[in-house]
């Protein structure tokens, strides 16, 4: 009797052993599905709130890697990541997440709070959260009017982008008109419409996102 061949036996190059399978414990990146609704949220996720905007038809959320000066904002952690984006059989949120670093412009300057200071702050703030390479990591702009220049925040999205994540802008106002980011993302977002679960958080809808560089998100 014939012993049966391994996979990936130079007998049989028709079999192929695969060496290398991904974790499927772990969240990875994956393109945003066109028309997506999310939320935005800056506490840790209960499965209340996860519930409540699942049935209303919300598929991912947007959590804060970072926190303000107050007692409300929570910073994502890893823990947090892998229960939002873990399958329902797994006790899951079964959400696609992306994350938001909040960036007080008024502060970058080229001394004490440099532009590529604050991007390793943001690339280990990711690390810590367990975000893949590749997700779309949202920059919420506050004092955005208040003295930085624009070529700042550029360079911090340039070292953002060339760790490996793409980048999207969220500016201080609720209510922001239809726009494409041309820096890095192409695909256009319309953020912020109306939620039934409550009008103190604030949601967002993704657009066509067929650019070059479409939105990722992290999922498992």
Not at 4 to 18: I, T
Not at 155 to 179: A, K, P, R
């Amino acid at each position: 009797m014939n012993a049966k061949k391994p996979l990936g036996s130079k007998d049989d190059p028709s079999y192929v052993r695969v060496t290398n399978m991904p974790d499927p414990n772990l969240a990875y990146s994956s393109v945003a599905h066109p028309g997506a609704k999310g939320f935005i949220y800056n506490g840790t996720m209960k499965p209340s709130v996860a519930d409540k905007y699942k049935g209303e038809g919300y598929s991912f959320c947007m959590r804060n890697l970072n926190t303000q000066d107050n007692e409300w904002d929570v910073a994502l952690t890893a823990q947090e990541t892998d229960r939002i984006t873990g399958t329902s059989d797994k006790h899951g949120y079964a959400l696609a997440l992306m994350p938001m670093f909040i960036l007080n412009v008024s502060s970058i300057n080229n001394t004490n709070n440099n532009p590529l200071d604050i991007a390793n702050n943001v690339l280990d703030l990711l690390n810590s959260a367990s975000i893949p390479i590749g997700t779309t990591v949202w920059l919420q702009l506050k004092d955005s009017d208040n003295g930085a220049k624009s070529d700042q925040i550029q360079e911090i999205e340039h070292y953002i982008f060339q760790s490996g994540y793409s980048i999207g802008i969220l500016g201080d106002e609720v209510q922001l008109q239809q726009q494409t980011n041309g820096r890095v993302l192409e695909s256009t977002y319309t953020p912020f419409e109306e939620s039934n679960s409550g009008t103190t958080i604030r949601t967002i809808m993704i657009g066509e996102n067929s650019g070059t560089y479409p939105i990722y998100w992290a999922l498992q």
